[in-house]
């Protein structure tokens, strides 16, 4: 159509933490959140200056579980 923009949708930005966010929310040290992301436990996204990232959705839902079983 004539004169009719087309709008995309663009994703939402992922919410991405810090290993200290993580650690924090965790109570633990972020040393052992590297250790969770080498384990498997937790994926680690690197950043251009190769820091680690953490997804929050991917934290919330580990956090969940991490306090149901340690209850």
Known sequence: ?????????????????TPREVADLFGVDPKTVTRWAKAGKLTSIRTLGGHRRY???????????YFKSNS
């Open 1 to 17: 159509m004539k004169g009719v923009a087309v709008v995309e949708r663009i994703p939402v930005a992922e919410t991405l933490l």
């Open 55 to 65: 997804r929050k959705s991917e934290v919330d839902e580990l956090r969940a579980n």
